[in-house]
Structures are given as C-alpha cells and as structure tokens.
C-alpha cells in the first residue's frame, strides 16, 4: 500500500534517511520543517540519492519540501507523520500542530537524549516521548517506532539493514499500518514491543546504542532472536 507520509522536523540525518528508505519503497514523502527553504533543499538532496540508486522492481516514490503544517496538511488525514524533531523542540512543536494531527496515526521517533562526555538520558515527566506525545495529542493515535536504527545506515541505500524495528502503542490498527510500512524497507523486520509505556525502554535503549556505537566505530542495531519470521508479530499493544 503506499502512503502519503509527512516527516516533521525531516530535515535532520534521521528525517532525511527514513525519507530516503521510504521513498525507495514507493511512498510519497514530505519533508516538514520549521523553515521551508532548508526543507526543500533537504527534499532535492534525498530525491537526487533516491534517484541514483540501484535499480529495483519497486517504483520509487517522491520527496518534496514544506513547512512543519505544510507538510501535516499535505498528506491529510489518512497519511502518517513520523516526528524526528529534537527532543528540546518536541513539546513546542506537537502543542503547535495538535489540531491538524488530531485522528491521525502520529510515529515518534524521537529520542530524549543530552550529549555530555557522552549520551545520557533525558528524564520525561510522562516517562518517555512518545507517552508525552500521546499526552499531548489525546485525539491522535501514537506509535512509537524506528528509534534503534543509525542514522547513516539509512541514508546509505547500498546498506542492508538487518535489523528489527520495535513498535510501541495503545492502537492495535495503528500498530499494525507501522508495521507493515517496516517491513516495506527491504531487510528490516517489525516486532511489536507491546503497548506504548514501554516506549521509555526503546528511547532508552538507542541512548545505549549510541554509546555502544561510538566506543566500537560502528553501526550496531537491534535484531531480536528466537521469533517467528513473519514480519508482523502480535496484533496490539495491550500487554
């Protein structure tokens, strides 16, 4: 199925490499941002490596460039947003979009996290980001999903990603419509991490990552063992 996706505060390295991964899929991006210039300069870039990548069966989709609202309205009430803003602008910017994302399916894939001598966790009243998110936004359905992956992993579309996606949330159908859009990034693998309070432990384990990945010079993501292969495991986040 494709999608209309708008990436809030895209224009980032995580924006810019899930704009790529889901525009390789066929899906129909717009990159949002606080500036609609930077976001249409970013949308070109990931539309010229979209463009220049190997050749596949899939027909690709497009990348285009507006403001944070612009992009909201663009993909309307049966798209997705994917929020990849800075923990510091979280609050700020769902506050400012909660009407236009009210009855949409809102994935956040925000990590709260400080660099000193190191990434440490950021503390959230609500426990995690994506429960503040959910606070924030009583008429959206939130998803948390696509923390664990690198950045630069994304953004190289040479780069196979085995890894899993761990998806959080209290909405079994939003659950599910995240999970197959992972599974539509070739090589990655959707396991459902149940309801959304255990987002705080997925926020948590990217902080990990990031230092395990800055001692090791490496990009070390999540595979989890011993499931089945289907792509799709469990039905709802009510564990």
Do not use: C, W
């Amino acid at each position: 199925m494709t999608h209309r996706i708008a990436i809030v505060g895209g224009t980032g390295p995580e924006g810019r490499g899930l704009a790529t991964r889901f525009a390789l899929a066929g899906h129909a991006v717009v990159l949002g941002s606080r500036d609609r210039e930077r976001a249409a300069a970013a949308a070109a870039d990931v539309m010229a490596v979209v463009t220049g990548a190997a050749p596949t069966d899939q027909p690709r989709g497009t990348v285009s460039g507006a403001s944070n609202a612009e992009a909201v309205d663009a993909v309307g009430l049966d798209g997705l947003v994917v929020l990849t803003v800075p923990f510091e602008a979280h609050r700020a910017t769902l506050e400012s979009l909660a009407p236009a994302l009210a009855g949409m399916i809102v994935v956040d894939a925000v990590v709260p996290v400080r660099f000193e001598r190191g990434p440490r966790p950021v503390e959230v009243p609500e426990g995690s980001a994506a429960e503040q998110a959910a606070a924030l936004l009583p008429g959206a359905r939130v998803v948390a999903a696509f923390h664990n992956i690198a950045a630069e992993a994304l953004l190289d579309p040479s780069r196979v990603l085995h890894e899993d996606v761990l998806v959080a949330s209290d909405h079994a159908e939003a659950t599910a419509v995240v999970s197959a859009l992972v599974t539509e990034i070739a090589s990655l693998r959707a396991v459902n991490a149940g309801p959304l309070r255990f987002a705080r432990y997925l926020e948590g384990l990217t902080v990990l990552l990031i230092g395990i990945n800055g001692r090791y010079k490496t990009r070390s993501g999540v595979r989890i063992e011993g499931l089945p292969e289907a792509g799709i495991v469990g039905g709802g986040g009510t564990a």
